[in-house]
């Protein structure tokens, strides 16, 4: 007996089950217990629930019907873009997850798949899984928990599936050249972009709790951005499809901007920052800004072009987080997490550097014979219409995600309320889940009921700290 069909690569088929795990660990527990630790303590609960719930909520409709059509065969919408827009809606739930994977429009442009269908889907489903994760930052502490129940399937049908088909999946954008590596566009961009307009259609949280946005527990929101970013190895290292060198190559690439990037945070922080004084909160900030730039980048680039992209880009979101987000739209936008900052401008400006820092010597795939290397040429080296590329895709995703996120929590709005009450708000996780992250151990009457001495304690928030220079981050992925 043989365990392996004829096209299996054991190296191969194993790495992509641990790269599509270090993604699925980026967000649980990574961004659970990262948001969960960085936002006020009477919501770590909710927002925990709301990761966990989000990301088995992308689970059932990728196999149901969202993978085909992100990575399947296109539906002709139209002339133009529409008709490489979106792939045919199907499910993936029988015995065709053993043959060999395969993406239809990539047929004959890389080499061919050396692990079965069902690792393919899981390996992606994980990067659609953190996606609304993602942008749960800009609205937590006062988004309805049945609204997002909802509202997450709908986008990932009608959103994520086109982001994934038009540069992932063989689409218009891949066809005319677009480059994302492993999500800067598809997933960073989209969240930051969705993210925002959400902030904005559901409403701020109460005054008082954007004037005190108190972190309840660092060590654990530590604990959060180390499992992001050990785990952007795999987000990053399993995008070749194979355990080759492109895969180390997007590896060292990633580690490199992200530490770059961090270090530049830390330093603008102690010399034009507010009180001239590093802030681990804006390390992490940095952390997730160079994660986040390089990752449409990382195979494509050389390691000289992954350090620039680190320090530009969280130079430039650094810009972003401090002064941009005091003129309008963004200061009216209750971003709770700056998501539109860490994701969406990092997202983008990395997507541009790589219209710029594109490497021809670095080789994604091997020629052979008559076949040349795969490999793509940036502004510095030659190919001045890759930037234009990426600028076409760039102001597609934005324009697109923007516009589904408006639609679909306009039409939720109709049956149901988006903002949590105020009064329920004023609570947080008691109110909604009738638990809290940090109970009071007190004595508990027969009836089940506190004394009225423990009610008032458990309703407060951390005591006051000096606001810290750099405001909360949001995560990555």
């Known amino acids: 007996m043989n365990p392996y069909p004829p096209w299996l690569n054991a190296g191969d088929n194993a790495w992509q089950l641990v790269a599509a795990t270090l993604v699925g660990l980026m967000s ?86 050396r692990f079965p269908l069902s690792t393919l889907a899981y390996f992606q489903f994980v990067f659609a899984g953190i996606t609304p994760l993602l942008f749960l930052g800009s609205v937590v502490g006062r988004i309805n928990f049945k609204a997002w129940l909802i509202f997450v399937p709908l986008w990932s049908t009608l959103a994520y599936s086109v982001n994934a088909f038009l540069l992932w999946g063989g689409g218009w954008w891949a066809q005319h050249g677009s480059l994302d590596y492993s999500g800067g566009y598809v997933i960073h961009l989209a969240a930051g972009t969705s993210g ?6 559901i409403g701020p949280r109460l005054a008082r709790d954007r004037a005190r946005a108190i972190p309840n527990n660092l060590p654990m929101a530590a604990a959060g951005a180390g499992i992001l970013w050990l785990g952007w190895n795999g987000f990053n290292g399993g995008d070749p499809y194979f355990a080759g060198a492109d895969a180390s190559t997007a590896v060292i690439n990633t580690n490199l901007a992200t530490a770059a990037a961090l270090l530049v945070w830390v330093v603008l922080d102690m010399w034009f920052g507010i009180d001239r004084k590093p802030t681990f909160l804006g390390a992490v900030n ?90 793509y040429a940036g502004l510095l080296y030659g190919n001045p219409k890759q930037l234009l590329w990426q600028a076409g895709a760039a102001l597609t995703i934005i324009v697109w995600d923007a516009l ?16 949590l009450p105020n009064e329920v708000l004023e609570t947080g996780d008691l109110a909604v889940h009738d638990e809290e992250a940090y109970p009071i151990d007190t004595l508990v009457r027969a009836e089940g009921t506190r004394p009225p001495s423990a009610l008032p304690r458990s309703t407060t928030t951390a005591a006051p700290q000096t606001q810290p220079t750099s405001p909360n981050p949001t995560s990555s992925s």
Not at 404 to 419: A, D, E, G, Q
């Open 196 to 201: 925002f307009v959400a902030a904005a259609v």
């Open 286 to 375: 940095g952390m997730i800004t160079g994660l986040v730039a390089i990752t449409p980048a990382a195979g494509y680039i050389n390691g000289f072009g992954a350090l620039l992209t680190g320090l530009i880009a969280s130079t430039l979101v650094w810009l972003s987080w401090n002064k941009l987000s005091k003129v309008k739209p963004f200061s009216k936008v209750d971003d709770a997490l700056g998501v539109v900052h860490t994701h969406g401008v990092a997202g983008l400006a990395g997507g541009l550097l790589v219209g710029l820092f594109a490497d021809p010597s670095i080789i994604v795939y091997l020629g052979s014979g008559s076949t040349a290397n795969v490999s």
């Open 404 to 419: 589904i996120t408006f639609l679909i929590l306009k039409f939720l709005s109709l049956f149901m309320p988006l903002r």
């Open 28 to 113: 649980i527990p990574g961004l659970a217990i990262l948001y969960g630790g960085i936002v006020q303590r009477k919501w770590a609960v909710n927002t925990m629930l709301m990761a966990f719930t989000g990301f088995s909520l992308v689970l059932l409709v990728w196999v149901l019907w969202v993978f085909n059509m992100g990575f399947g065969s296109p539906l002709k919408l139209g002339p133009g873009i529409l008709s490489n827009f979106v792939g045919k809606p199907a499910p993936i739930l029988g015995h065709a997850t053993q043959a060999q994977a395969q993406i239809p429009l990539l047929n004959g442009t890389m080499p061919l798949f």
